[in-house]
């Protein structure tokens, strides 16, 4: 699929956020992409990293996930996919698992809403977190 045509410019910090985020997979904090462009920009300040990832996902170049209560995470794959988080840790990864259209589908004709869009959030115990805690199943 092709990348959204970017709204605002892509300054050189926000190519360097994009591209910092782009090699993870861990759907980051804004202090934790914060963490890792000071390591290419060290003056950058968490306020501008924070303001510039909030503008990119309101533009479309990344997405901002609000999930479980937690605090906001970001992440570089624009394309409709799910997320699974740790309830132990927090930890946020994607799951390979299949876009339901047909849910969105359902729920126009069930309801007088004009459906934009929905979000499903998985919620399990990591493989870490299983380790740390010697857990193999919940009770």
């Given at each position: 699929m092709n990348a959204p045509t970017p709204m605002i410019r892509l300054t050189t910090q926000r190519q360097i956020i994009l591209e910092e985020l782009s090699k993870v997979k861990t759907h980051p904090t804004a202090s934790e992409v914060y963490d890792m462009v000071r390591k290419r920009l060290p003056r950058i300040g968490l306020g501008t990293v924070y303001r510039n990832l909030e503008l990119m996902a309101e533009n479309g170049m990344i997405v901002k996930l609000e999930v479980g209560?937690?605090?906001?995470?970001?992440?570089?794959?624009?394309?409709?996919?799910?997320?699974?988080?740790?309830?132990?840790?927090?930890?946020?990864?994607?799951?390979?698992?299949p876009v339901l259209d047909s849910l969105v589908d359902a729920a126009s004709e069930n309801s007088s809403y004009q459906i934009i869009g929905h979000h499903i959030e998985f919620t399990g115990i990591c493989s870490k977190c299983r380790e740390e805690d010697n857990i193999t199943s919940l009770q």
């Open positions: 209560g937690t605090q906001k995470r970001f992440d570089a794959t624009t394309d409709a996919h799910y997320h699974i988080r740790c309830s132990c840790c927090g930890r946020v990864d994607d799951i390979d698992v």
